[in-house]
């Protein structure tokens, strides 16, 4: 298994621009989210998903959408860059398949997206 | 909202010293989940605490649930450099998928 993937690892845009960051699993977990991470400011929550079809808003959602058509594929769009979007972002997954000593909330990232908004 | 604060944020410590970081939860927590992050790297899941005062050991670490399922520990003994990365406490109010993470404590070793 391939656990969760994303790509790019690296991207560098001008403001206004657009672009998806693109995020799958393949664990059959039903919960995908979708995460920033700032100097200090720890792991904040972006989007969410329980299931295909449903998504909810997390902590920081603006200047973000997200769909989920599928279980495997959870997408990040950016619709109009701004330098405060610049950050890492990570993906991550979970849920009811994990081993002894978690819970569907344990989460399962990929390896990041390092986003430069200039 | 729910909060979950964290601290210290840094600590650097000479290799063989031990190491603690701390978690607070503004809410009462379903679980604690305890990650860490080597740098440059992606969080890594840890360890879960799900029952009021539980107490887990894996190996030089230990974690610690509140009474209260409000806060939560992570006691390092001895560090060692491989130890170096950032820690962090994940609360959970429910098997909702969902977890809110604290700042979390980066860690720096000198041999």
């Known amino acids: 298994n391939a656990g969760v993937t994303q790509t790019p690892k690296f991207q560098v845009l001008k403001t206004g621009q657009s672009m998806t960051l693109q995020c799958a699993q393949d664990?059959?977990?039903?919960?995908m989210s979708w995460y920033r991470q700032d100097p200090g400011m720890g792991l904040r929550l972006i989007h969410y998903?329980?299931?295909?079809?449903?998504?909810d808003q997390g902590e920081v959602p603006n200047g973000y959408n997200v769909s989920r058509s599928t279980t495997e594929d959870f997408p990040l769009r950016l619709l109009s860059a701004a330098p405060s979007q610049t950050s890492v972002y990570f993906c991550?997954?979970?849920?009811?398949?994990?081993?002894?000593?978690?819970?569907?909330?344990?989460?399962?990232f990929g390896p990041g997206t390092r986003l430069t908004v200039l | 909202g729910q909060q979950v604060m964290q601290i210290p944020q840094y600590q650097h410590v000479q290799e063989g010293e031990d190491f603690t970081t701390y978690c607070n939860s503004s809410?009462?927590?379903?679980?604690i989940q305890w990650y860490k992050q080597r740098p440059g790297g992606h969080p890594v899941f840890l360890i879960q605490?799900?029952?009021?005062?539980e107490v887990k050991k894996q190996k030089r670490l230990t974690f610690q649930f509140g009474e209260a399922k409000k806060n939560s520990s992570l006691h390092i003994t001895a560090t060692q450099t491989t130890d170096v990365g950032t820690y962090f406490c994940?609360?959970?109010?429910?098997?909702?998928?969902?977890?809110?993470f604290g700042q979390g404590t980066t860690l720096q070793v000198k041999p």
């Open positions: 991550a997954s979970s849920g009811t398949s994990g081993g002894p000593g978690t819970s569907t909330d344990t989460q399962y």
């Open positions: 809410t009462t927590l379903s679980n």
């Open positions: 664990m059959n977990h039903e919960y």
């Open positions: 998903s329980v299931g295909a079809g449903i998504t």
């Open positions: 605490l799900v029952k009021s005062g």
């Open positions: 994940a609360g959970s109010r429910g098997n909702t998928g969902k977890l809110i």
